[in-house]
């Protein structure tokens, strides 16, 4: 059987009109399917230099290619949009791709036929965007403005079906709050960067999906026999088991060391914020559709004066490195602050409460004032922290001061960015990773060359501290490179180490758009379960091709590079893939000095070497170094013509 | 071939993943369904909790050998000794 065709749907919220057209069999194959082709349709369609929040801003929701089928770890949607994050003095902003999971929404989506949702236009006033197969409504909202991500997601659920999928904003979304996410499924984040303020400025609370239909692959059997394989292979990890009983609260272990922000000693830490602290929380771990490593979480605060309240997601990592950086010892308060990020406003609460512990720390060295606050007191305490949450949800005052950013304090008050003490802020998001406790490692690089700053499905085996190097050639070797391509990544240098991270790193994000083309999570390759070669095997079932993991990963390439493309045209380069400057800086803790080290932790690096790395990188990209963008050569060698007048 | 008369479900173990339901359809049908599978699944809007149920009706129980079966890791569902005074149990 040939490739099933899949369909794009564009809603526009303007007038109401909805289109449905094929994807082109071409461009499918081209971009894969999925966001692959997601990042193509906006690069042709979406205007460059609009505004974030201006109608003609466009937001792509592409399930992957795999959602809705039995293969072990295929839930994930992606959606490209350009997000409102300040992301430079001159006021740029970057478009980008987010990825989540969740249990219903890629299923429905296929389902309903719509592999590519476009939306675009604003709505007059609320509303909800329901569909149900072909049958797509603009449905009034206005009793749902104002109300809690979770109350919403409860109603729709009730209205709409117990098979719907949902993406909702919370309170931040609707008042433009740049830091805003959605929440999809009620379990499952998605848009670090603003997604949530672009649906809000769209007047869109909701996306609510049902369908009856069914998700076919070409070769049924074939894909069959594959994905029981991989099923067999995974339900033989040792770690599973462990894995399963705490899902994302797993892993403090390893956590305790690589996000530790030097403040209080780790045995503290381990006492206040520990896997103690996680088994006494952790209700239920929750499998997304068709997985067999559950991981997201219901929890239950027990004790203290949030008692009995109830949250859906992951709020254990975040709260424990932000606590320690606000010095909150009682780690209910900070997952209250996530259950009612997650539950009602949906605001990012790692770039909130950073941005908290940086004002309160500047209000507190005088750095800013009374005057400057409009009369708030920020003190270093949690009552402060709250209010200050609050008001940034609201845009109230000082709030909507910091609803804006980083580089929003920047210009107000002279605040710099770089200033900031942990995990480093690049293109205006604030790293959730501090590479001088991790260590630089890929995902560290990746961070600052992928054009929206944050993992985004990225993760593999050298995510996880001193894995040897034959686990990371394991890995690198399943993505089907040349022979000289493997030994250029497995060669030593000085400024590098065993192997090199940047060169590493390219190949790392293209896997990455294959992964989140095909809608694989990221989990099953940072466990080292599944590799390149297994996602060439299901591809080729799912669409009747026949095509090598190189060639995936030759793909995933040229989505990179469309995706860098359309940033190119935005004015991004070089000098807006800047290296924090916090890594460089020792962080000096009571268990002694930390300072960026590379891999294998041979060395401390220096910004010299970080951009001989970042030259590596572009030159494994075959960019232009100095620039660091695509040459016009690439461009042409993946097919990408059309973009040379970007240049 | 093995030769399995009957299911128990325990919708305390069930995580929600469906694979069940994916499993069922495309046994029959070579899509993946849930609508066509002999499987619903109950979702507590509230709690996020979901649980299998199996239409008696309609469910051959794959001649001996439950594609639903094979496909659950999570323990929900499960088949244990020899039982034929009841092909669907819900514990």
């Known amino acids: 059987m040939a490739r099933p065709r899949s369909w794009i749907v564009t809603v526009d919220l303007s007038t109401g009109k909805v289109d449905r057209e094929p994807?082109?069999?071409?461009?499918?194959?081209?971009?894969?399917?999925?966001?692959?082709?997601?990042?193509?349709?906006?690069?042709?369609?979406?205007?460059?230099?609009?505004?974030?929040?201006?109608?003609?801003?466009?937001?792509?929701?592409?399930?992957?290619?795999?959602?809705?089928?039995?293969?072990?770890?295929?839930?994930?949607?992606?959606?490209?949009?350009?997000?409102?994050?300040?992301?430079?003095?001159?006021?740029?902003?970057?478009?980008?791709?987010?990825?989540?999971?969740?249990?219903?929404?890629?299923?429905?989506?296929?389902?309903?036929?719509?592999?590519?949702?476009?939306?675009?236009?604003?709505?007059?006033?609320?509303?909800?965007?329901?569909?149900?197969?072909?049958?797509?409504?603009?449905?009034?909202?206005?009793?749902?403005?104002?109300?809690?991500?979770?109350?919403?997601?409860?109603?729709?659920?009730?209205?709409?079906?117990p098979e719907s999928g949902v993406v909702v904003i919370g309170t931040a979304g609707e008042n433009l709050v740049r830091q805003a996410l959605t929440i999809v499924d009620k379990t499952n984040s998605l848009g670090r960067g603003g997604l949530g303020a672009v649906m809000g400025s769209k007047n869109l609370k909701a996306i609510v999906v049902n369908g009856s239909g069914g998700v076919k692959v070409a070769q049924p059997s074939e894909f069959m026999n594959v994905s029981e394989e991989l099923r067999q292979r995974i339900l033989k990890w040792p770690k599973r088991a462990h894995w399963i009983e705490l899902g994302l609260a797993a892993g403090w272990d390893t956590f305790k060391h690589t996000q530790y922000p030097g403040i209080w000693p780790k045995d503290e830490w381990d006492k206040l914020y520990g896997e103690k602290t996680r088994m006494e929380t952790v209700e239920e771990v929750i499998a997304d559709n068709s997985c067999i490593l559950a991981c997201r979480l219901k929890w239950k605060i027990k004790g203290g004066e949030y008692d009995g309240e109830i949250g859906f997601g992951s709020p254990f990592s975040k709260s424990a490195t932000s606590g320690m950086l606000l010095g909150v010892r009682d780690f209910r308060k900070m997952i209250h602050i996530v259950a009612d990020a997650n539950s009602n406003t949906g605001i990012d609460f790692y770039t909130t409460t950073r941005m908290i512990d940086f004002v309160t720390k500047m209000y507190e060295i005088g750095r800013l004032s009374k005057e400057d606050t409009g009369g708030l007191e920020l003190t270093r305490e949690y009552k402060t922290y709250l209010k200050l949450y609050e008001m940034t949800v609201n845009r109230e005052g000082f709030g909507d001061v910091m609803a804006d950013g980083w580089y929003r304090l920047k210009k107000e008050y002279g605040l710099e960015p770089q200033e900031y003490w942990y995990a480093g802020i690049c293109k205006g998001v604030d790293f959730i990773y501090d590479a001088r406790p991790s260590n630089f490692h890929p995902l560290m690089m990746s961070f600052f060359t992928r054009p929206r700053p944050h993992h985004g499905g990225s993760h593999t085996r050298t995510n996880s501290r001193n894995k040897t190097l034959e686990e990371i050639r394991e890995q690198v070797e399943g993505w089907g490179l040349s022979e000289e391509t493997v030994r250029n990544i497995f060669t030593e240098a000085p400024y590098t180490g065993k192997f090199n991270v940047g060169r590493y790193t390219r190949y790392m994000e293209d896997m990455m758009r294959v992964k989140n083309s095909i809608g694989l999570c990221s989990i099953y390759s940072y466990q080292g379960l599944l590799f390149g070669n297994d996602q060439a095997r299901l591809y080729n079932a799912a669409t009747g091709e026949n095509v090598s993991a190189g060639e995936l990963v030759a793909r995933g390439e040229r989505i990179s590079n469309v995706a860098k493309m359309i940033n190119v045209r935005e004015g991004f380069s070089r000098d807006d893939d800047r290296v924090p400057e916090v890594w460089f800086r020792p962080m000096d803790s009571p268990e002694g000095r930390i300072e960026m080290q590379d891999y294998y932790q041979t060395k401390v690096l220096t910004k010299e070497d970080v951009n001989r790395l970042l030259d590596d990188y572009y030159e494994e990209r075959g960019w232009e170094i100095e620039k660091g963008i695509p040459t016009q050569k690439k461009l042409k060698e993946l097919g990408l013509a059309e973009y040379l007048k970007d240049l | 071939m093995k030769n399995i008369d009957h299911l128990i479900i325990s919708p305390i173990k069930c995580r929600g993943c469906r694979s069940c339901q994916l499993a069922c359809s495309f046994i029959k049908t070579e899509e993946f369904n849930p609508a066509k599978s002999m499987i619903r699944m109950e979702r507590d809007v509230e709690t996020g909790h979901t649980a299998p149920m199996i239409l008696p009706l309609g469910c051959d129980l794959c001649n001996g050998d439950p594609a639903c079966l094979k496909a659950c890791t999570y323990g929900a569902l499960s088949s244990g000794p020899e039982r034929s005074d009841y092909r669907v149990l819900v514990q």
């Open chain 1, 23 to 161: 994807v082109d069999e071409q461009v499918n194959s081209t971009f894969l399917g999925g966001s692959g082709v997601g990042w193509k349709l906006v690069a042709d369609r979406l205007k460059p230099g609009i505004d974030p929040f201006s109608e003609e801003n466009l937001i792509c929701v592409n399930p992957g290619i795999l959602a809705g089928t039995l293969t072990p770890g295929t839930p994930k949607t992606s959606v490209v949009t350009k997000f409102p994050t300040i992301a430079s003095d001159d006021g740029k902003h970057y478009i980008g791709s987010c990825t989540t999971g969740g249990r219903y929404l890629g299923v429905a989506l296929r389902r309903a036929g719509c592999e590519h949702l476009f939306i675009k236009g604003k709505a007059d006033s609320p509303v909800y965007l329901a569909i149900k197969d072909d049958k797509v409504e603009l449905v009034d909202a206005r009793d749902f403005w104002g109300k809690g991500i979770e109350a919403v997601n409860n109603e729709l659920v009730c209205r709409e079906g």
